[in-house]
């Protein structure tokens, strides 16, 4: 009997797996500014990420560092009120050079994803 359960359980677990690609998309990041990849020729002051689908703000984040790893965010991601799937963060006066962007979000159907991309501050 216990085992008769227990197959099920992986039965059930791994329909729900299987299925809930194909029921529901995850976010993942549409679009970005500075944008990805992108050669900025004035320090952005703000980092704008767009998603595919809302997020959920208590456990998405985004942080932005330099060549050396160090951080050049302030710290304060958001998902701005009325923008559900839109994540900001401010950004120290960026020096010329390459920064990475790190983000890491929860959609509201609970998928995480995350993702790196990198742009370009001055010329080189
Ligand atoms: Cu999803």
Redesign the pocket.
């Known amino acids: 009997m216990f085992r008769n359960v227990m197959a099920l359980a992986l039965v059930a677990g791994g329909f729900v797996i299987g299925a809930a690609p194909l029921a529901?998309?995850?976010a993942f990041l549409d679009h970005a500014s500075p944008a990805v990849g992108s050669s900025m020729r004035a320090s952005p002051p703000v980092l704008m990420l767009w998603f595919t689908q809302d997020l959920e703000p208590a456990f998405s984040r985004v942080t932005v560092t330099n060549q050396a790893g160090q951080r050049v965010d302030l710290n304060n991601a958001q998902t701005p009120p009325g923008q559900p799937a839109e994540l900001q963060i401010g950004l120290r006066s960026l020096p010329a050079g390459n920064y990475t962007v790190t983000w890491h979000v929860v959609?509201v159907?609970t998928?995480p994803t995350d993702g790196t991309f990198t742009f370009q501050v001055g010329g080189r």
Do not use: G, I, L
Request: no cysteine.
């Open positions: 529901r998309a995850h959609s159907d998928h």
